[in-house]
């Protein structure tokens, strides 16, 4: 059983669940359940027609139960009621201001949370320094109608990986969080790691099906490398493997005419594009590159993107699992690049727009949209089976070239949301946000039944 129900607190009764008339007490039930307290409970029919699920004050209290007016799931399972899911959020960079307690991200993060009601499950956020390990709980933060509360709950059911960048993640406190929570508690931990470029496209390359939209893409490892993919391709990417928002990323263009090189980047001193030429390929390399560890970049093949006013357009798609584990598109846009940038993010110049300010015809904008989710279902199957952990949503990057072809540049396992802000894009911002919490249920439901399945 997977329903929801409020859940009321009764003084007037010890020991007691009341459940339901139309939920059936055939099936015996001995315990209830919430994060990762069980504890012993008599079960009874409500006395009314009532469809809330009351619990006794003293149970409530024994499980760390707060007081919440949504409702929730609950799961019938191994003569065992479960009340949840209660959902930990994993992060760090936490301040003392109550007001702001994850300081810039406070308002992301009672957005995320904002969003239980329509889930039916109970989120909060939480770090290493909030965990009681001897009590088995945690002085969790929860977003409620009047703010910021902290209260003080279980071990939650599942846990969804919220660390904001590759630093926080190699922290050794971090991981020590995750391994004990995950061996030592068997709680499913999902979206962990952020992705590297080279990482991904050496795994997706083993994937026959995929390999049709993978650019090709090699580590740095000569000039002569370069030389090579320049004479395929007319012009190459270089891009740091473990970069974001499109920091690092370098345009190199070979032209045939003046025997010339030019470089195209972003200059984050000056906050400008930039356009350079040179003679020689290794000119190029000594004065953009001075100082840079070459060794940590890729090198990818250009491709001739769809324009729109001579500005290169690449498509934002966001997937999500939902609350049956499945892949679903939760969101599309295209990103068109500034002027003289060499990619289309919004710092470098670029802006969102709507498919349909992009293509007018709407066969034309039907069959792209069709491709590009087709691509990113495709993907996102590929990289949950070929990466280790439970990977729940996605960002890609794809492009579509002047033939039609759809090309994959990037995923992202926390995808930026600068998509959003586009008036167009605001109920697929609160999709994406329902989805990440929704897969929740699946995962608790998994946890219970088939648990091998997680922890493989």
């Not at 315990?31 to 069980?38: A, M, W």
């Not at 952020?194 to 496209?201: A, E, G, S």
């Not at 167009?424 to 911002?429: A, E, G, L, P, T």
Request: with cysteine; charged share 20%.
């Amino acid at each position: 059983m997977n329903q929801t129900f409020m859940i009321d607190i009764t003084s007037d009764y010890k020991g007691c669940v009341f459940l339901p008339n139309h939920i059936n007490l055939n099936t015996a039930l001995y315990k209830l359940n919430f994060g990762t307290v069980t504890i012993d409970a008599k079960f009874k029919q409500q006395p009314s027609s009532k469809q809330a699920i009351t619990i006794s004050e003293d149970l409530a209290k024994d499980i760390f139960f707060p007081y919440v007016k949504h409702p929730l799931h609950i799961f019938i399972h191994d003569e065992t009621l479960t009340i949840g899911p209660l959902v930990g959020i994993f992060t760090s960079g936490f301040t003392s201001f109550p007001m702001r307690p994850i300081g810039d991200r406070s308002i992301i993060f009672s957005k995320l949370l904002s969003v239980s009601t329509s889930v039916g499950a109970l989120p909060f956020v939480f770090g290493e320094k909030h965990i009681n390990w001897d009590s088995g709980t945690i002085q969790g933060l929860f977003y409620l109608q009047n703010g910021w509360k902290t209260i003080e709950v279980p071990f939650p059911n599942v846990i969804y990986d919220r660390l904001p960048n590759r630093k926080s993640e190699r922290q050794k406190q971090q991981k020590e969080v995750k391994s004990r929570l995950e061996q030592e508690y068997l709680i499913p931990w999902y979206n962990p790691g952020f992705f590297n470029k080279m990482d991904i496209y050496d795994r997706l390359f083993q994937v026959e099906e995929i390999s049709e939209y993978l650019p090709e893409t090699q580590p740095f490892s000569s000039y002569s490398a370069i030389e090579n993919m320049l004479a395929k391709y007319g012009h190459i990417y270089i891009k740091p493997m473990n970069g974001s928002l499109g920091l690092g990323i370098h345009q190199i263009i070979y032209n045939r005419e003046d025997s010339a090189y030019y470089c195209r980047y972003r200059d984050l001193k000056a906050g400008m594009n930039k356009l350079k030429k040179f003679s020689s390929l290794e000119g190029l390399m000594k004065h953009i590159f001075a100082g840079k560890n070459l060794e940590r970049m890729i090198i990818q093949q250009g491709i001739y993107l769809l324009k729109k006013e001579k500005c290169s357009i690449d498509f934002r798609l966001h997937t999500n699992k939902d609350s049956t584990g499945q892949w679903i598109v939760t969101a599309c846009a295209a990103k068109v690049a500034g002027n003289g940038s060499v990619t289309t993010h919004v710092k470098s110049g670029g802006t969102i727009q709507s498919l349909d300010e992009i293509f007018e015809d709407p066969i034309e904008r039907e069959e792209i949209a069709n491709k590009l989710q087709t691509a990113s279902l495709k993907l996102s199957e590929a990289i949950e089976n070929n990466m280790e952990g439970l990977v729940a949503e996605i960002g890609f990057d794809l492009g579509i070239d002047q033939s039609g072809k759809v090309w994959f540049f990037e995923a992202n396992s926390k995808p930026g949301r600068s998509i959003f802000t586009h008036p167009s894009m605001k109920k697929f911002d609160f999709l994406t946000r329902k989805l990440s919490l929704a897969y929740s249920i699946y995962l608790t439901e998994q946890a219970m039944k088939s648990p091998e399945a997680l922890f493989r």
